[in-house]
């Protein structure tokens, strides 16, 4: 980490508004001690509102920046739910992001609603099936490579446990509950295909990068989507009207004849 990002972290925890030990904050951040209390007092010199002292704790001035933000109990309890499935689901990138946004919330509210943050029952538990640390990297690797619209090399095994390698597209990651699948246009098959995000056995991002093409866009591989249910549910409804037209005692019209 940069010592900027990590002057800029160390702000955002402090803007809790709860006193943080250097320790607590050192762990957090990976580093020393010593490396808190420096840049604690780097921040302090270039005028940051830091209160405290080593040995006991730090905290911000709440006055200090305050964005001019405010927010309903309802959209409280959306954005502590959005964190807590983001730190159950997400990649560990989008979980330290998850968290430094809802410590800059926390700070710019009213007592009354910061203690809603942690009166929310809403959780989204992983169990049974919870992320582990590979796919949470794979995860990062695969959403910075749709960012960029980077091609990636994979090595990919099916539910027979056969594994291919595959050249891929990276379009999007789709959430299904307790799975992710990655929508990509497969090189090898010439086609959309969808990939569960913990069957990926190894994932190189390329520095190739590629222009998402008419035919092979994300809104493509929907509109096809859609396509196909329509006529899943036209089929669906012929098929009922047969049946019911049987019940009746009617046969159906035969085209052929006059």
Not at 7 to 32: D, N, P, Y
Not at 60 to 72: E, G, H, Q
Not at 120 to 137: E, K, S
Request: charged letters at 30%.
């Amino acid at each position: 980490m940069r010592r900027a990002d990590r002057l800029f972290r160390i702000v955002q925890l402090l803007r809790a508004g709860r006193l943080q030990t250097a320790r607590s904050l050192a762990e957090k951040l990976q580093v020393s001690d010593r490396t808190i209390y420096r840049d604690v007092q780097d921040l302090q010199l270039s005028g940051v509102p830091i209160l405290g002292e080593a040995g006991v704790g730090y905290t911000l001035r709440r006055d200090y920046d305050l964005p001019p933000l405010m927010f309903d109990a309802h959209e409280i309890t959306a954005l502590v739910l959005g964190s807590r499935m983001v730190a159950a689901w997400g990649d560990s990138e989008l979980v330290s992001a998850a968290n430094d946004a809802l410590r800059k919330i926390e700070a710019v509210l009213t007592p009354a609603l910061r203690d809603r943050i942690d009166a929310v029952r809403l959780y989204a538990p992983a169990m049974g099936r919870p992320l582990d640390q590979n796919t949470r990297n794979t995860l990062e690797q695969l959403r910075g490579a749709i960012e960029r619209c980077q091609i990636i090399e994979a090595a990919y095994s099916d539910e027979k446990l056969q594994v291919t390698q595959r050249r891929l597209r990276p379009m999007a990651l789709l959430f299904w509950g307790n799975v992710w699948t990655l929508v990509a246009w497969c090189e090898l098959r010439n086609d959309f295909r969808s990939f569960r995000a913990d069957r990926f056995q190894s994932v190189n991002v390329l520095d190739n990068t590629f222009t998402p093409e008419h035919g092979q866009r994300y809104e493509d591989f929907i509109a096809r989507i859609e396509r196909q249910i329509e006529r899943d549910r036209a089929a669906e409804r012929q098929s009922l009207q047969a049946l019911n037209t049987t019940k009746n005692g009617d046969q159906p019209a035969n085209p052929k004849l006059s």
